[in-house]
């Protein structure tokens, strides 16, 4: 067998190389060389109107993904989205479908949500309820243009038929009668408004006139006084009224010698020790009883806790009343961003059909109270009574040496929190430096897996004494 040459063996490798590139082009085309990374998840929406393919998914107004597929589901729009890698969907998020300004392009805006956690790949995130597109308000405009012309028909069947019009006529006849008997009552007592405004001129003239005459009086007065003329000016001028005076100072005096001599009863009360012994021992109690109410002392402390798996902060202010060195009542007002939580169930229904319950817990910040008995034995202290709007017990180890504290706390042992199912416990560890100013950190809520987070937070403290001390010290500098 004759070798082929080797233009036809270049020829045959062309020919091969050309039916391979044409079989991967008719047969390969929809295969994928580059891993797809991020998670994936869909949404349910009534109306994804002028959204398309690849849109853009954003959180707080930054991209974080896009649109990657489209379909009916039951009567609904199922849209699919690939999240960037890294980034992570807080539980209880919604999705809304928004438009940049008012004729830009659709994109899906995330609402995240408060967590703890964050939704898994393939997760669901439900559509946010009350949102409205450009669409749907276009359709509420054209509600509105339908009631305003509803409005306009009925006001034109009432007023333009002859009943309507005999009503705007009686409405013009009732107007006009009011106007002629204001004209008539003002006829009528012409002479009478006439006759009060002659009155204000006479009085305005008669002031005009009588004034200087009356200055002059109060010269002729004045120079009386100085003369020594009358009552008043002899109390003034005459020497006999000095007399007089100096006769009441001499009394004065005598009241007051009589005094010194114990005479009467004012001065038995002055002079008599009897007397001086009962009202000292009046003083000594008054001065006991003082002295008890000035050894009580008072203190305010204020702190604030940031917490890690909430992200947001809790904040004290309490009071510390000490009538003992080893017993305190404690006073306390807390600003809990997680002081109200409710349970709401919603269920839609699409197509005649219930779909499944949707579960939402809405939390509000609420101001809670503490009113504690604090007792301390040695280098522990124990307290008890109301923690946070529920009873509750808490126990203190005190290191003084470096200042260290450890607190451990329980309270709210039915809570209507339905995350909240065990007691809410706190330990709480505390460094103090300086005379004023303390650090501290702990973890709250463990026996609750989904509420339990670690803090850390500080706060200052002021008694009594540094009050005084800053109060004085303000008021020097005024």
Known sequence: M??????????????????????????????????????????????????????????????IGKVEEMGLHDSQAKVFYRIQPGVKIPDGSYASVKASGLLGDKYVEIIPGKG??????????????????????????????????????????????????????????????????????????????????????????????????????????????????????????????YAKLDSALANINAVTKDLEEGKGTLGKLIKDDETYQKLNGALTGLSGTLNKIEQIRLTLDARNEYQFAEGDNKGYFGLHITPRENKSYIV??????????????????????????????????????????????????????LMENSFGVGADYFLDTPGLQFSLDFWDFSSDDPLTKNVHAKATARLRFLKYLYVQGGYDNPFNRQLDTGFIGGGLTFDDDDLKYLIGSGMLRR
Request: net charge negative; charged share 30%.
């Open 2 to 63: 004759k070798a082929l040459s080797l233009e036809a063996r270049v020829g045959a490798v062309v020919l091969a190389t050309l039916a391979l590139l044409l079989y991967a082009t008719f047969n390969l085309k929809d295969w994928g060389f580059q891993r797809v990374e991020g998670e994936r998840m869909y949404s349910l929406f009534d109306s994804v109107a002028g959204l398309d393919k690849n849109a853009p998914v954003k959180m707080a107004g930054v991209p």
């Open 116 to 241: 703890p956690g964050f939704l898994p790949n393939d997760a669901r995130i439900p559509q946010q309820e009350g949102t409205s597109d450009l669409d749907a308000l276009i359709n509420r405009f054209g509600a509105v243009a339908d009631d305003v012309k509803a409005v306009t028909a009925s006001l034109r069947a009432a007023l333009g038929s002859a009943e309507g019009e005999q009503s705007l006529k009686d409405i013009v006849a009732h107007f006009r009668a009011m106007a002629a008997n204001l004209d008539l009552i003002v006829a009528e007592n012409r002479e009478a408004i006439k006759g009060t405004i002659a009155n204000a001129e006479e009085l305005t003239e008669s002031l005009r006139e009588e004034g200087p005459r009356l200055v002059a009086t109060l010269n002729r007065i004045a120079d009386r006084l100085e003369r020594g003329d009358g009552t008043l000016g002899k109390l003034l001028a005459d020497d006999a009224v």
């Open 332 to 385: 306390e007002v807390v600003d809990d961003p997680r002081g109200k939580v409710h349970k709401t169930s919603t269920t839609l229904t699409v197509g005649g059909v219930p779909q499944p319950p949707i579960e939402e817990l809405k939390i509000e910040r609420k101001i809670k109270f503490s009113v504690e008995y604090f007792r301390r034995f040695g280098d522990l202290g124990l307290r008890g009574g």
